[in-house]
């Protein structure tokens, strides 16, 4: 069925400007459903989770209906698998870190210059601090994908994590993350996937992709905080 452009656009308010909007990497508009969702939250139940009390209560009953709700959206196995941020790069920042510190010195990891910077600066850097080797992989300029000989000759050096993009944010191309998993997954590593540029235009499916980790940006879609996909420790 055709989309319904006009109806769509109804439901974001910030379209009623006189202006265009090309700021997708910094941010999407919300729509009217979501922001009266907040307000009503702050309005009737905005609490401390886990009290006695009944704001709380009802507190705790939105955010189990929020991890039911991404659970749903990533066909993750179990709400328990969602977690919360403040935003995609803030979520990957903490992860980096906690992942890291399983590293040690001369262990390798794989980014890729065809992510955006949110996915390679908090590897670099969590990468520094450990005395771990970065590997850089490339794309095609024509096919604005990875390359994945490139991919595949940096994996054979064993790396303990790739971090790779679901969709481009500059080129809107989408690589091939299923095969990106397995292959890394055959080398040993951790698959790190950034899904933000993907999430609002198709359907997620983490049990089919087999990822270790995957975040997105929910405000994209209804929400003001950032999600991450992970399996249960």
Request: aromatic share 8%; charged share 20%; hydrophobic share 40%.
């Amino acid at each position: 069925m055709p989309l319904e452009l006009d109806k769509i656009r109804s439901q974001f308010p910030a379209l009623k400007r006189d202006a265009i909007f090309f700021d997708n990497p910094g941010g999407t508009q919300i729509a009217k459903p979501s922001i009266d969702r907040i307000t009503r939250y702050l309005i009737e139940s905005n609490a401390n989770h886990e009290g006695v009390f009944a704001t709380s209560i009802e507190s705790d009953a939105v955010l189990d209906e929020a991890h039911r709700a991404m659970a749903d959206f990533y066909n993750a196995s179990s709400p328990s698998e969602i977690v919360f941020g403040n935003n995609m790069t803030t979520l990957t920042l903490h992860i980096s870190r906690s992942i890291s510190r399983e590293w040690k010195a001369g262990d390798e990891i794989v980014v890729t210059r065809l992510d955006h910077d949110a996915n390679v600066t908090p590897w670099v850097l969590a990468a520094q601090d450990k005395g771990v080797k970065v590997n850089w992989v490339d794309f095609d300029v024509e096919e604005g994908t990875l390359k994945l000989d490139d991919l595949q000759k940096a994996l054979e050096r064993k790396p303990k994590l790739v971090a790779v993009g679901y969709a481009s944010n500059s080129l809107g191309t989408i690589n091939p993350v299923r095969k990106i998993t397995q292959m890394s997954h055959e080398a040993g590593a951790l698959v790190y996937i950034d899904a933000v540029q993907y999430a609002p235009h198709a359907p997620i499916d983490v049990q089919s992709i087999g990822c270790d980790y995957l975040v997105s940006s929910a405000y994209k879609y209804w929400a003001t905080q950032s999600t991450s996909v992970q399996p249960l420790l």
